[in-house]
């Protein structure tokens, strides 16, 4: 098997689009030292049992590669919770993988279309839902996927070769991958298989509404700006 070449990375001005339906855990925006985090975890859990399903997995991200500070609790959510009901382009589920576009165009279509395939699958009646917009400064050294022959893992729907190949790079410590967004063609995103690719602190900016009108994804509303845009395509 061929592996993708390398490439530097420097995105000062990265985006990313989650859910705000989860509350932060704020364990990760302590001072303590990251090795001290599954002790205190552990302590916090004997007298408030969810605090550990909040935290999550400790063990999916090494000592060596935890962020902890103002705003690392966003980070680390992302890779501390996983679920084989939630796998993505590159990850088959058992580990967490931070997801970002280097525009806002990137992470509002391919969050859009995720969305609405959920929907679709729940055959839920027209309803807004709410997500805020993440900026954060984030690279490494990626294995590069904008080349000519990478166009196996960048399928629209079949994830079976980019899962396999983000398994064997993440097996072997590699920090993640760039490639060109699958929903929004001009730009290009970046999945990154540990925190601290992610530097601190993320900035969140935009609050939006994805509108379901009960097919499809049909608008998005900006708070601040007080106004619905048609969905991009």
Known sequence: MVTPPFAEIDWPDSHRIIRSIYPPVWLFEDIADPADWALIASAEAKTNPRVRDEIGDLTLVPVTRRVAGPGASIVMGAFTHCSADRRSRFSDG????????????VALTETIYHHERFMRRTSEAPVDSQFRELKAHVGGKLRDLRQPGSKKYLKPDDYAASQGIAKRLRNAGEDGVVYP?????AGQAV???????VRLPV??????????DGKAVSRYFVYGE???YPRLS
């Open 191 to 197: 999945a990154l298989f540990w925190p601290d690719r």
């Open 94 to 105: 058992t580990y967490g993988v931070w997801y970002a576009g280097d525009r806002f165009d």
């Open 181 to 185: 967004s699958v929903r929004w063609t």
């Open 203 to 212: 900035i969140q900016a935009r609050h939006l509404l994805y509108h379901w």
């Open 226 to 228: 007080d106004r619905w």
